[in-house]
């Protein structure tokens, strides 16, 4: 199968399919087909760069099946991680808005399937559909916001903490069942590792600790968070971290 059969296969997911938190998943059905309908379908493997900090690439992507960290290099020479964009989000859409170099890198944190649309194409369609407009511009004033001390040198983090902030990020796309919120970003553990930045006995190691915590559950082979406060506070993301202590 080709990566134009993958991208009409991805292209017919039902708008229940999206992240709620997503761009895809808070617009109606015709603004989100017109989305679908754009560029073209682009594979992408664990590690590879969608774009660079500083370079002028104006494309924008459209995380299909996707799991894509945001960094920057902080003053001192460092890593720091902003965020992660996850199916149903764009990435890139700063520069195509402003023409302006890329103020941040993006990886794909696993294997990852996007629409890559030029930016000609993206601001033709947000001119012709306001409700897409509105909702890329209310994703933006979101993006700007200071991010809950995640500009914070995250390679300074130990291993625990970084995972924690890992997890808040993607209970920020999860889903509602009875035991919590489902991290609906399938990864493996080793792209988990990945992203966190630690060997995989210790992403294994960590997780056990907030599952034997009553932090953390899992649901068919996926994470599933009992308790966002609790994990937030281990993620240095609010409250006093002594309220949230877990078994070592």
Known sequence: MTGADIGRLRDIRKVGDWPPGSLL???GEAARDGFLALGRPRQLAAG????TEGD???DVFLLLDACV????RTEGGRTALLG???????????AALDGR???VTATAAGHCLVRVMPQDDFLGFLRRCPEAASAVQRMG?????????RHVEFGTLPALRRLARVLVELACHGRDVPEGLLLDVDLTRAELAALVGAREPTIYRDLDVLRRGGILGTDAGRIVVHDVRRLRG???LGGHLWEYEVPA
Not at 141 to 149: S, T
């Open 25 to 27: 998943g808070g617009l």
């Open 48 to 51: 590879e760069t969608l774009f």
């Open 56 to 58: 002028r690439s104006t």
């Open 69 to 72: 960290k945001i960094t920057t």
């Open 84 to 94: 992660l964009r996850v199916c149903g989000d764009l990435a890139g859409e700063f």
């Open 101 to 103: 170099p890329r103020a």
């Open 141 to 149: 004033r979101a993006g700007l916001r200071p991010a809950d001390g």
């Open 234 to 236: 281990l993620a240095g």
